[in-house]
């Protein structure tokens, strides 16, 4: 039984109190320009997501931009910078400083840590001085760059259950006659994936656990060793840095103009009308390994995730790929396998973020405000298991599209697809709809930037509408797609659980795209619900229809030699 989602941001209201931010050196302005400010002060993120008005990938420089006469402060190699943070509430927690030598200052996404400060100034480890000045050691084998970002991270641990992340960034160019280097570890950074996802992971700030440096997060800080200034990752000379376990990312160049039809090689025979420049279909990674090379800070279309036991929500590396847990068809289906490994797993990952711009910011291709996100999906041996799972969601927060299987605490005996759920439980979601295994369904989510509404229809016909608590248009990332599990139960069944996508389309979809026998889409917000939407919420739902006319297809050769 599901309830009535109340969507206010109350997130939102948080920031009515900043905390604590970077004065030294020099830091970007914020929205109005400002060195400092309470908009500065203010907390980008928590362990439930970017906090509201911020884009998930805030956490890279707070959703500010240099300025455009360039770095503001020169450093120099091998000394040491002064660095000073005001707190207007000191709470306890740690600091770091990270550096990017990535080629756009405006998009810098990735990072290696160069320092980190256990209780950000706290001798105590618990009250913040209003003011820390301190210096920094810039390695010395870092090469000359004529514009790179410093930037700040401070974790604050007072909420105990949450922890809040603070970000600054400063640009700066590097004065150095060292040769090119190669850090490691280098991080990609968008949201928190790079540290830990539950408070449990964080000091104990209230619990005896000082500021050591046993408690420290995140990467560790850099080491250097030489490297050819033509081989990926390597800094100096200008060579951009490639995070990745030694694969690059597949840089995408598209052709298609906004009027051109692509056929997709599906034996449905579905075509896709682009709206960008966006080429995901997955029929170009079959019989080979680049869809997992694809990392963040790179014009590819996805960002391979997860993959295996224990990984993060960040780049997978090749792993999926080669081992084949990842796979992909020229009929244009991508299969991900979930196996043993995730019984009993909160969460259990194997997905990919979404590029709709090719790494760019949506505003530069979203130019009409609007855009839909269409796909076929099939699942087989979900109902075997009690774990609900998210299939679309943009940021931990912006839960769009899940499945709860009949033997889930909130099962009912039924195997729905279910839409914006409250939480990762879930305790209630808005709509859902009775499916069944083995049977494909085509899905599209029709996504308004400037309100950050969806609307979701299941074969044609529509299920319900939500807002998400996104910023579409800042955002270069999203939604995430694929397999984000949490297990109640105690059993999985031995052969898998397999979830395949295919069809992938921004823009309009035509012909006779995968879909199957499904029963008529079920509204779990009750009538009375619905005039009791609060402001800014939800609005403009749409009844379910009550014919549906779809045919079934049988599951393939190929799908059942998964």
């Given amino acids: 039984m599901c309830s009535f989602r109340t969507l206010v941001n109350f997130g939102a209201l948080a920031l009515a109190a900043g905390h604590g931010q970077l004065t030294v050196p020099t830091v970007r302005g914020d929205s109005l320009g400002r060195r400092e400010s309470h908009e500065q002060r203010a907390p980008v993120y928590t362990l439930d997501g970017n906090r509201g008005g911020y884009s998930p990938t805030s956490m890279r420089c707070h959703d500010f931009n240099p300025d455009s006469d360039g770095p503001k402060t020169t450093l120099q190699a091998g000394s040491s910078f002064d660095v000073t943070w005001t707190m207007e509430a000191g709470h306890p927690g740690d600091c770091y400083f990270y550096v990017s030598y990535d080629p756009d200052p405006s998009n810098v996404a990735n990072f290696f840590k160069i320092a980190a400060f256990p209780g ?45 992340f603070y970000v600054q960034c400063a640009d700066i160019k590097i004065a150095s006659s060292a040769q090119p280097v190669l850090p490691s570890p280098m991080t990609p950074i968008s949201g928190i994936e790079h540290l830990p996802q539950g408070a449990e992971g964080y000091r104990k700030v ?162 009409t405000g609007a855009a839909a996100f269409s796909f076929s999906l099939m699942v087989r041996g979900v109902s075997q298991t009690g774990a609900f799972v998210k299939v679309l969601f943009w940021t931990d927060s912006g839960n769009i599209l899940g499945l709860v299987p009949p033997s889930h605490p909130k099962g009912e005996g039924k195997l729905r697809l279910v839409a914006f759920m409250t939480d990762d439980y879930p305790n209630s979601w808005d709509f859902e709809l009775e499916i069944s295994e083995s049977t494909w369904y085509h899905i599209q989510v029709a996504f308004q930037a400037s309100t950050g509404a969806a609307e979701i229809s299941v074969n044609g016909v529509v299920l319900g509408s939500g807002t998400l608590p996104v910023n579409m248009l800042a955002a270069t990332t999203g939604p995430q797609i694929g397999i984000y599990s949490f297990d109640y139960g105690t059993s999985w069944p031995a052969e898998g659980v397999v979830l395949s996508l295919a069809d992938v389309c921004i823009g309009e979809v035509a012909g006779s795209c995968r879909s199957g026998v499904i029963a008529s889409p079920t509204e779990t917000v009750a009538s009375t619900a619905l005039s009791t939407t609060a402001a800014g919420a939800t609005s403009g739902r749409q009844p379910p229809h009550e014919d549906i006319v779809a045919c079934s297809v049988a599951m393939t050769a190929d799908l059942v030699s998964l």
């Avoid at 000045?133 to 930037?151: F, G, K, Y």
């Avoid at 990752?233 to 990745?244: E, H, K, N, Q, Y």
């Fill in 206 to 367: 209230y619990n005896g656990q000082g500021p050591e440096e046993q408690y420290l997060v995140g990467p560790a800080i850099a080491t250097y060793s030489s490297c050819d200034a033509n081989t990926p990752g390597c800094l100096g000379l200008g060579i951009a840095p490639i995070p990745t376990d030694s694969t690059s990312p597949s840089a995408v160049t598209s052709t298609t103009s906004e009027t051109s039809v692509v056929t997709s090689p599906s034996e449905a025979g579905c075509t896709c009308t682009p709206s960008t420049e966006w080429t995901g279909d997955f029929s170009q990674y079959a019989s080979d390994q680049d869809f997992c090379s694809q990392n963040f800070g790179g014009s590819n279309p996805w960002i391979s995730a997860g993959g295996g036991p224990g990984t993060s929500g960040g780049f997978s590396g090749a792993g999926p790929c080669t081992s084949g847990q990842y796979n992909f068809q020229e009929d244009g289906s991508w299969h991900i396998l979930a196996g043993q490994e995730a019984l009993g797993v909160m969460p259990y990952r194997a997905f990919a973020y979404a590029q709709f711009c090719n790494g760019k910011a949506y505003s530069e291709c979203w130019t």
């Fill in 120 to 164: 950000c100034g706290a001798p105590d480890g618990l009250n913040i001085p209003s003011s820390v000045s301190t210096s920094v050691l810039l390695p010395a084998e870092l090469p000359a760059c004529e514009h790179c970002v410093l930037r700040w991270e401070w974790t604050g641990h007072q909420q105990v259950v949450n922890i809040e």
